[in-house]
């Protein structure tokens, strides 16, 4: 959930990319500015007057960028030009005459990359929210160009050099421990990233990068294609069991497709999970699973299994190159796991309860439909259908009659009012067209100390799916908070799915769509809330960073949030303890399918990373096996299959550390916990200012494990997470 910054760059040097501010601070040392202004000199700047992608942000809040403005056409000049002066800079950068300093080496790199993270703004924008044929092309063509770039940097010896003299001179303890945890990340990530191979291995490594980079490039654009191209139609006798909310928006789903009259399943999960909850009709509901689950795996152009193959094989001869016996051995070094075993470890401690759970709710489900006379075996695409049915028949609780309570501007409000308490922000509309925006949905706000007035920033909200937009939920940011050259504000965004509802409608969302939006402001809140001077404190750790969106959707069903914010759509009446109870009751239902969807997932990813890829020869194939020796369940399939699995696939963010969201949950769990306890709960003030001082504002300027240890007192324990799902928990020694 990052910022989409050159995802197609090694971590080793993030740190040069991150830089957007203009103005300099005045410990740089005129020698410095010089050096790196003369690598300008001889490049042609002229295109910067001509492309608003290169350009600085200008209008109002410290400048903000200028969606409105977008053009297709100038985004690879924009690119090319960026590669070109970000070279220029780090070049000089490396051969800087005086002797290496954090100041002349480290800052230099914060402030490099300008022009090109101008660029990468818009092209997240493209990218996520409205992609298209021609953008793809653009990604393909650009792709193996920003591989070259990155492995031109996390190659550069003599850059290299500059970051080890710090490292290991006599300034190094004299830095804050912000300045020695960027000094230290920096320099292993050119380690990792190969800078210590011969010049063999260093050409090997970067034809794989680059390669890997086209095969990542192609595999999200074919997940995007088989989400455009499988629309499920259906007509109003089809549409037993399907509640008005869902048939409305459906109904304009299919009339933008040009099939007025009918109604229309997308092949997106905002649209597939409802209807495979509510659908009496058994054979639509069938063909809705298989498409959603078949993504990328159709035998045709857009099939992505030899591609993960190709993608696994490169991968695993990159990093024995570089002396690891596996993938997921070498990228969990840094993360707060250290290495696969220990992630297993996790794992093996709640598969086994997550089984046990799934075994009661198919028992349940199944003897229901055997009292309807169904004459059916429960299969995975009448997992939801029957679970809602045993979840009325348990606990008298109907999802749809939730969803009324559940709309998606009074939920935001909900989460703006937590900020308030939590943080101190007051968020206030922006008016329309004060602030570029790169779709008629997107609004705005400005964000500030509800105390002083300060300005603290801006969030933009993308909240409806639509043609172009990848599917799911996601957070990122175009500005981030630094000091290290003049305090900036941020300019963050939630992105979310939600099935529109026609004109003059109000949209209602589920409960497990109203924690996913309070779990992406949780991000949001993250990127808002921070405290810290250079942009490479940014960069998160991949198995830490979900724990503070996890955490923020504990409060969506507190007794502030229920009273004020959960309010009939049409009566405006509060919800009724009643039905709030009932939730609560059935807080750890369906737990087995939500718990073991996503461990299959999780293990699956680190059985591909811990495999000798020589192994594998077919992925469907080693698929099927590991998850029968796994011993998964038949009604439930992975929550995202190999064909289909982006977070790993797409690129290499949560590659080999998909388990890091469970990581995560046993932090949130335990917080959690915190809060209960706490004399005023979640609300309580002085627990709520060590969650924002160690757990918010600090971003990845400490390590994860101290800033947690701060905030708690001790280490997590996975006890916490056991009770949170209704699983037995052993008692303590």
Known sequence: MKKPLLTALSAAIVIALSGCSDTKAPATSAAQSDVVAAAKIAID??????????????????????????????????VE?????????????????????????????????????????????????????EFRAIQRELSPKLSDFSSKISQNEKLFARVKAVYEGDEYPTLTLEEQRIVKSSYEGFIRSGIMLDEAGKKRT?????????LSTKFSANVLNDEENYVTFFTKEQAAGLPE???????????????????????????????LTYSDNRELREIVWTNYYSRGNNGDEFDNNAIIKET???????????????????????????????AMDLMDKVWPAALARVEQEVADMQAIADAAGADIKIAPWDYRYYAEKVRKDKYALDSDEVKQYFQIDKLRDAMFYVAERLFNFKFTPVAAGSVPVWHKDVNVWEVTDATTGDNVGLWYLDPFARQGKRSGAWATYYRSYTTYDGETNVLSANNSNFVKAPDGQTTLISFDDAETYFHEFGHALHFLAADVKYPSSHSGVRDYTEFQSQLLERWLLTDEVIDQFLVH???????PDELVQKIKNASTFNEGFKTTEYMASAIMDLKYHTTDPSQIEDIQEFERKTLTAMGMPSQIP????????????????????????????????DAAEAFANAPDGFYDKEVGERLVKYLFAVRNAMDPADAYRAFRGRDAKVEALM????????AED
């Open 638 to 669: 992975m929550r995202h299959r190999s064909t289909h699995f982006q977070h790993i696939f797409s690129g290499e963010g949560y590659a080999a550390a998909y388990y890091g969201y469970m990581w995560a949950e046993v932090l949130t769990s």
């Open 81 to 133: 030009y960026g590669i070109q002066v970000e070279l220029a800079e780090m070049d000089a950068i490396a051969n800087n005459p005086e002797p290496a300093t954090f100041a002349n080496t480290f800052v230099a790199m914060e402030r490099a990359g300008k022009e090109l993270s101008n660029v990468f703004s818009y092209w997240g924008i493209w990218a996520s929210n409205m992609s298209s044929p």
């Open 723 to 730: 009770r949170d799902r209704g699983f037995p928990v052993k």
């Open 569 to 575: 759509h049409e009566t405006g009446e509060r919800i």
């Open 45 to 78: 700047d002229s295109i910067v007057k001509e492309n608003i992608l290169l350009q600085d942000f200008t209008g109002p809040y410290e400048g903000v960028p200028a969606f409105d403005k977008m053009d297709l056409d100038l985004i690879i000049p924009a």
């Open 206 to 214: 970067a034809e794989i990068n680059k390669r890997l980079s086209e």
């Open 312 to 342: 696994l094989e490169l991968r695993h001869e990159r990093v024995q190159l570089l002396g690891f016996d596996n993938y997921a051995t070498w990228r969990l070094q840094d993360r707060m796991a250290k290495n696969p075993q220990n």
């Open 245 to 275: 909310s869902y048939l409305n928006a459906a109904a304009a789903a299919a009339t933008e497709r040009g099939k007025e009259g009918l109604f229309a399943v997308t092949n997106t999960r905002s649209s597939m999970d409802p209807f």
